[in-house]
């Protein structure tokens, strides 16, 4: 069981739990590994900007990773 806080603690929870979450232009992505129930659902929207920031954050920090 996870507690989630914020976009991160989900994203986390979800990875763990073997979804694939990407950033497509400015859309989010996610690829299911099991089915999504209404809360999870609800927490993907409620923390939707949050979610696409991250992944923004994380490609931003790949490009200048790979440019070093």
Known sequence: ???INN???LLNA???CE?????VGDMLEVKQAR???????ALIKTQKIGL????????TND??????
């Open 14 to 16: 979800m990875r763990d």
């Open 63 to 68: 490009d200048q990773t790979s440019n070093h």
């Open 52 to 59: 696409i920031n991250i992944l923004k954050s994380e490609v």
């Open 7 to 9: 976009a991160n603690d």
């Open 35 to 41: 089915w999504i129930d209404d809360e999870l659902a």
């Open 19 to 23: 979804f694939t979450v990407n950033l």
């Open 1 to 3: 069981m996870y507690i």
